[in-house]
């Protein structure tokens, strides 16, 4: 009796239902949105869904999505092999570059430790960090400052040191991304904790 | 220098952007999540994209998105041929059918007149509710609670007035569907607007 959808359109939906954020309800209007595009655009769609995994690799040595492997920033010899940025995702390295003040090279680890999701050292590119540490005198380690984020800049700080032989470890020098208020940030409305990492983190003018 | 996202990333990116309510921001993040999908399950998103408007129509008569012309509706001779209810969307009619209050026909209008967005009577399924009148005795007009909702259904009213002969019209009832505080509402959150429209449409008890 109660009408339904056309099975065309609650699979699409299904489809945008699984996106993360995604809800039923938006999921529903992206597709009758899509609904009064032309044919020819939702091809191009289609083929650009399709087109990501084909035209793009995993660089072999930092592991960022890229379209050569190597990618063009493991490629640039111009780049200080003497540190090395460990990230989470592709975006954090993009969102590192736009600052124009890091000049080394990356390492993609393509998330974060979170026990909760089922993701340990396995499930990332975490232990071949070990392999690439030979030239590298400094590695900064830019995961997250969340619990996930922490745990993983534990877990490999903790990972190197029984890992490398002493005098190598020794000499590597291991350092956090910095943690503090954000520039433009309002001091009255920060939270506790990062004004104690803010503190913690305080420098000699 | 910059580092870029590669072309088939970036395209994708581009490709979400364009849904309605997806900024810059979740769209890198809705394609970073596919990234992490095996390909076969893109293809079947493509594929699905792709079958959206291959595998339904708009019914000729209602212009509901259907598999079939006629809909399912349009074609289900125990249904009401009586009372004919105007929506602006497919995703009202569904909203309509779930109240299982409602057992006439539907017209959907692909929209509502918006001089903003340049949507005049012409760009929507407006003019051929006259033809679609010779049995109605009642006209439900079922737009949303808007400015271009009430816009229309006032569009409606005077365009059956002045198109249909005296007699006709005069026999045939266009109703508004009613409007006042939601079920589980609360008035003391109410605003105005709903409230005035609540208490112009109280009912004897």
Redesign the interface.
């Known amino acids: 009796m109660?009408?339904?959808?056309?099975?065309?359109?609650s699979?699409?939906i299904e489809?945008f239902e699984r996106?993360?954020?995604?809800g039923p309800k938006?999921a529903?209007?992206?597709?009758?949105?899509?609904?009064?595009?032309p044919?020819h655009q939702?091809?191009?769609?289609?083929?650009?869904?399709?087109?990501?995994?084909?035209?793009?690799v995993l660089c072999s040595r930092c592991h960022?999505?890229?379209?050569t492997d190597p990618c063009?920033?493991c490629d640039d010899t111009s780049r200080d092999e003497a540190q090395l940025c460990v990230v989470e995702?592709?975006?954090d390295?993009?969102a590192i570059?736009?600052s124009?003040r890091f000049t080394g090279r990356y390492h993609v680890l393509?998330g974060a430790i979170s026990p909760l999701n089922h993701i340990g050292p396995d499930q990332l590119f975490l232990h071949d960090i070990l392999k690439r540490l030979e030239p590298v005198e400094e590695l900064i380690i830019a995961t997250n400052p969340t619990m996930e984020g922490e745990s993983t800049a534990l877990y490999i700080t903790e990972l190197i040191k029984q890992s490398l032989p002493p005098e190598q470890a020794a000499s590597l020098k291991i350092t956090r991304i910095g943690h503090g208020l954000p520039i433009g940030a309002d001091i009255e409305y920060a939270d506790g904790v990062t004004l104690a990492r803010a503190l913690e983190g305080r420098r000699q003018m």
């Open positions: 109660a009408a339904k959808l056309p099975r065309a359109v699979r699409l489809q996106l993360p954020g995604v938006s529903q209007r992206l597709v009758f949105y899509l609904l009064h595009n044919e939702l091809q191009e769609f289609a083929d650009r869904l399709v087109a990501l995994k084909r035209e793009t960022n999505v890229s379209e063009s920033i995702q592709p975006l390295l993009l570059e736009r124009e393509h």
